[in-house]
């Protein structure tokens, strides 16, 4: 079934409109300070109209089979879009991070760079990110790459997901 943007789309989204909806696969991370593995996740972009997304997203730990082994990160948070593809992300973490990003959409492609980080006592020491996503065949590719635990930005995480 092909995608239809909804009636009510704030024209502000047009260049995130692509994004809208649910989609699902699977991933890779790698970083120096962990152990590579993969991972299984659903991404869920929702509008009721105004100018941003709803954002949720929750992955979990696969072995080799693709088994699900456990539970791993949730995040939540506010896609906003402004004129002319500018875009704010307000996301919030539950290993105890709240991020702004700032970025732009254009194209079937978003790139968003943090611009705030703040963390609870108990979470580990995270400095920032560049995240890249792209409508990609008609599915939802991502890199982000993060600084933290005393390492310069690199890759972490990637995906292809597919809409559900």
């Known amino acids: ?3 239809e943007l ?5 024209p502000d989204c047009g260049p995130i409109a692509w994004m809208l909806g ?9 970083y120096p300070t962990i152990e590579p593995f993969q991972f299984g996740q659903e991404l869920i972009f ?6 941003f997304f709803h954002y949720m997203a929750r992955a979990w730990i696969v072995d080799e089979n693709g088994e699900k082994v456990r539970d791993a990160a949730i995040e939540t948070g506010f896609l906003r879009a402004k004129p002319g593809g500018k875009v704010e992300f307000v996301l919030t973490h539950n290993t105890g991070f709240v991020e702004i990003w700032y970025g732009h959409a254009d194209g079937g492609k978003l790139e968003m760079v943090t611009d705030a980080v703040a963390r609870t006592e108990t979470a ?8 890249l996503y792209g409508n990609v065949e008609g599915d939802l590719l ?17 995906a292809r997901l597919q809409r559900a």
């Open 22 to 30: 649910t989609w699902r696969g699977n991933g890779h991370g790698d």
């Open 46 to 51: 929702t509008h009721d109209g105004r100018p």
């Open 124 to 131: 580990k020491e995270y400095v920032g990110g560049m995240r």
């Open 142 to 158: 991502y890199a982000y790459d993060m600084a933290a635990m005393g390492q310069a930005l690199q890759p972490h995480l990637w």
């Open 6 to 10: 909804p009636d009510n789309l704030h």
């Open 1 to 3: 079934m092909p995608f």
